[in-house]
């Protein structure tokens, strides 16, 4: 019960609070991007009156958690008034599923929008993703694991590819191996202790933390391939560090990738007006999927 409520918990850091003036936009709830075990895995679509043809996928997930809201998010209100089509994406939850499960359903997930582009008026190579906590790691892994499918798969689906275009999370966690300070474990571990279940039983010894901690750890997969990311951070933040942002921008810089971090000072993990924050996602997606210029 204690782990669910933290990650709901966490969750809900990822929703801001602020009341905001939603554009029109016509909803279509509950599509079905594809099964596991039996479920279905879902997502929302939000198309504005005037689609600019470019994708925003959000990541709903807050500790590895994904909830549904019957209202459209506020978050969204910027990309809507600029024309982005926002694929709101839930995936199969911790702690019945792992990180690297729930990474597939990611996988998926954009393979199953790129497949239908035509059906939402989409450019298939401008989609940019977007998220936060949770919702941001799932961003960034998407960023330097997405790729080409199978081509020789029964489903067609599965042989489009899952590449991003263009990444803008908040606070996102990127290396569990060096989690705030070099060589601190928080596979599953201290101050990630309670969200253990989000990692499997891998993490249950030492050999098993470091060898699960880079493959679910986006900093070790960065390369010049990786597409413009942005992130937006705050200072105090003790559940993520910022530390987090700062060396995963580093090494993304240094592969010679346009990367940018926004520091929040005196921010912890949320925070209550993120209005701001999101029209700043948007500026980044205009840029870097639609090539406009502030």
Not at 137 to 145: A, E, K, N, P, Y
Request: proline fraction near 8%; charged fraction near 20%.
């Amino acid at each position: 019960m204690k782990l669910l409520f933290l990650a709901v918990s966490l969750l809900l850091t990822s929703l801001p609070t602020l009341a905001q003036t939603i554009p029109p936009h016509t909803k279509t709830g509950d599509v079905v991007y594809g099964r596991k075990f039996g479920f279905a895995l879902t997502l929302d679509v939000y198309q504005p009156e005037k689609p600019n043809g470019c994708a925003i996928i959000y990541m709903v997930s807050g500790g590895w958690v994904s909830g549904y809201s019957p209202n459209t998010p506020p978050i969204y209100a910027p990309f809507l008034e600029r024309g982005y089509t926002v694929f709101s994406v839930r995936h199969a939850c911790q702690p019945k599923f792992t990180i690297q499960e729930i990474t597939q359903d990611i996988h998926r997930a954009i393979r199953y929008i790129r497949h239908h582009a035509k059906t939402w008026n989409l450019d298939p190579e401008k989609f940019g993703i977007s998220g936060g906590s949770a919702g941001g790691h799932l961003s960034l892994t998407m960023g330097v694991q997405g790729g080409p499918g199978n081509p020789e798969s029964k489903d067609p689906v599965d042989r489009e590819s899952s590449a991003i275009q263009a990444i803008a999370c908040l606070y996102p966690p990127t290396d569990f191996l060096n989690y705030g300070k070099s060589g601190e474990d928080a596979v599953g571990v201290g101050i990630l202790k309670n969200y253990k279940a989000a990692f499997g039983p891998e993490s249950d010894t030492p050999e098993g933390r470091q060898r699960l901690g880079r493959e679910v750890s986006p900093i070790y997969r960065v390369s010049a391939k990786l597409s413009p990311t942005f992130i937006i951070h705050g200072d105090k933040d003790e559940l993520v560090p910022i530390q987090q942002a700062e060396t995963f921008v580093a090494r993304a810089t240094a592969a010679g990738v346009v990367a940018k971090l926004v520091v929040k000072p005196g921010a912890a993990h949320g925070w209550p007006d993120r209005q701001p924050d999101y029209n700043q996602f948007a500026d980044w997606f205009d840029e870097h999927l639609r090539g406009l210029k502030k």
